[in-house]
DNA sequence: GTCTATACGGCGATAGAC
DNA sequence: GTCTATCGCCGTATAGAC
């Protein structure tokens, strides 16, 4: 039998180019004005088309958010892939600054602020997220091994959590203004990850200070 | 000369018992469907008002929002003063237990979200949380002193960053599907804590209250 | 000081016209 | 494939009743 409350809708191809510049603009409100500020008509107006235009190729806001983030997700994965097979020598580095940067930390925080309470777009943020720790795991194991990271207090995955989730959290109190304690815990892993994955790989000299 | 646009607009006593029942009904509202589910309408409904009356008392969200934050932080900025008091010899257990609190954690998470873009909310919050922050500081430096805690790579200020900080990006995640890490990560850190502060001695510790 | 009634424009969403 | 008309809910403002 067909899903009984699935009204046949009409909705515009995903191939579209007006669809994916409108997903353009759905970012660069979010980053301007925050995700409340996405609105059909807010959206319309700076892609220059109707409301209408937009509501044809995404139904609701939640298929316009949800497609958002797969968008950037897929996006991010490719990215951090491609970096961490670029610098393999130095997975928590490439991982440490992937964390920090501006416009993807500001979209995670925004989509994870906004899944908070969309059901419909949880899965998508969680799927992503699994997705991408995943890829983390793997690569920091490749050069770790299964024994894990510095003195073996935390788990591989525990350590990335907190390494990935720490400038996460930095961001989202920057955002609402918060700044204590910030600095002092940027520094501290910096100086961390100077003994995890020293600067110059090919001087693996030991004389470098050990901070445990 | 005098403001040109404000018209002198009445609003309700601060002292009000209705008002005080209003917040408690925008605190459950927030707990069971997020920001988001917080209406006029919607509160008016559960408080059995009409919305014209909780506009009276909060002539706009923004202001209903903040009284919200003001009146829970004092609550647990109290609270948790009153726990470190009680419990001085192990300050970083009553922090790290204070910060996974379901309902203080929610609605710190929610709050943070709500101010991530609601402008006139984010100076509130981040007074909130830096004058909790000092709190905290002065708690573990009675015991600890100057010197900080472990082995010194981390300044006191971003131990207790990173320690009060894991348990929100924890519940940040869980309430959007995630679950990889955390169980990992808090299991490190409380064996991390076994570390420092050794549970008590089989002393009769009658003052804390079991749950379940 | 408390509280109600009413009105306005913007919003998401739907159905259907071009 | 594109766009309009319309609906009901929203925040907000105001005037006035007790």
Same mark, same amino acid.
Request: proline content about 9%; cysteine-free.
């Given at each position: 039998m067909a899903s009984p409350t699935r009204a046949p809708r009409r909705v515009g191809a995903e191939t579209s180019k007006t669809r994916d510049q409108l997903l353009d603009c759905v970012e660069r409100l979010m980053l301007d004005k %925050? *995700?409340?500020?996405?609105?059909y008509r807010a959206v319309a107006a700076r892609a220059d088309v109707t409301s209408g235009l937009v509501q044809y190729y995404f139904p609701t806001l939640d298929d316009l958010f949800v497609a958002a983030i797969r968008r950037r997700g897929e996006q991010n994965l490719a990215r951090v892939m491609a970096a961490l097979e670029a610098r393999a020598d130095e997975p928590l580095r490439v991982l440490w600054e992937f964390s920090q940067e501006e416009s993807i930390a500001s979209l995670t925080t925004e989509f994870l602020a906004l899944g908070n309470h969309r059901k419909s777009i949880r899965s998508e943020i969680a799927d992503n997220t699994e997705r991408v720790r995943e890829v983390q795991l793997r690569a920091v194991e490749a050069k *770790? %091994?299964?024994? %894990?990271?510095?003195? %073996?207090?935390?788990?591989t995955t525990a350590f990335l959590f907190v390494l990935t989730g720490i400038p996460k959290l930095i961001r989202l109190e920057e955002s609402v203004g918060a700044s204590t304690a910030h600095a002092d815990a940027m520094e501290a892993f910096e100086r961390y990850l100077d003994a995890l994955e +020293?600067?110059? +790989?090919?001087a693996p000299t030991r004389r470098k200070k050990r901070v445990r």
């Open positions: %925050g *995700y409340a500020a996405v609105t *770790y %091994g299964e024994h %894990g990271i510095g003195d %073996g207090s935390l788990s +020293p600067a110059k +790989p090919a």
